[in-house]
């Protein structure tokens, strides 16, 4: 079973719009960290923000919040008034502390286009 | 600070010829990754250095591929022989090292060509 699951290939959102990128999960490990990152058509891998699995508050960085809902194991991503430089593909990662290898594993990606 | 950095930024070689990409991981960082993406792809994992301990090399394709970490610092990804199969974006990323919490930081790649 895949351990990250990004169900949109592609999505598209009007600019100033609110979107919701989906990322689920699964693991045993009770000690997690959930991670989404932004690669624009540039190439690098920017990080965008975490969640750990002890963590008692949605994580939030600006205009980006993670919908964490533990007992669905969805991780899903908002980005709130959409922008043009907004565009780019975004993945979803996950590291497993306890049992794990340390090593992350990511989504396939979304693809996220921002029309003006 | 620094970030990341990786060179060359783009690296054009003929089938068969050995290829090294190299690595500056963000200073006070003990681990290293090394992952591969291909045109439209996720992110392969690679190999991972943590400290001194001995690396995970369980995503390494194959055995011309090889790297290494010196002084717990920069690394060296080596590819032998290198094939068409080879020609992808190689991303390089470092941590504080510690467990589940930890954030991963990518450097811009090495997009590597092979002829």
């Known amino acids: 079973a895949q351990k990250i699951t990004q169900t949109q290939p592609g999505m598209f959102v009007q600019e100033k719009e609110a979107v919701t990128l989906d990322c689920t999960y699964d693991t045993s490990d009770p000690s997690y960290g959930l991670f989404w990152y932004k690669q624009p058509s540039s190439g690098e891998m920017i990080f965008l923000i975490y969640q750990g699995s002890y963590d008692q508050q949605n994580a939030t960085e600006g205009r980006y919040s993670l919908n964490f809902q533990k007992a669905r194991k969805s991780a899903n991503l908002v980005i709130s008034a959409s922008q043009l430089g907004d565009s780019a593909m975004y993945f979803c990662?996950?590291?497993?502390?306890?049992?794990?290898?340390?090593?992350?594993?990511f989504g396939r990606g979304t693809s996220l286009i921002v029309h003006p | 600070g620094a970030g990341v950095s990786q060179s060359p930024s783009n690296k054009v070689t003929e089938k068969g010829k050995d290829v090294e990409l190299r690595c500056d991981p963000i200073?006070?960082?003990?681990?290293l990754y090394w992952y591969r993406q291909s045109l439209g792809q996720g992110l392969e994992f690679l190999i991972y250095?943590?400290?001194?301990?001995?690396?995970?090399k369980s995503g390494l394709p194959s055995d011309r591929f090889s790297a290494e970490r010196t002084g717990g610092s920069v690394s060296t990804l080596t590819i032998q022989r290198t094939q068409q199969e080879d020609s992808a974006v190689y991303l390089c990323a470092s941590s504080h090292g510690t467990p589940a919490t930890d954030t991963q930081y990518f450097g811009p790649g090495t997009r590597l060509t092979v002829l």
């Open positions: 990662a996950m590291r497993e502390g306890l049992g794990g290898s340390y090593i992350p594993t």
């Open positions: 200073s006070g960082h003990t681990a």
């Open positions: 250095f943590q400290g001194n301990s001995a690396p995970d």
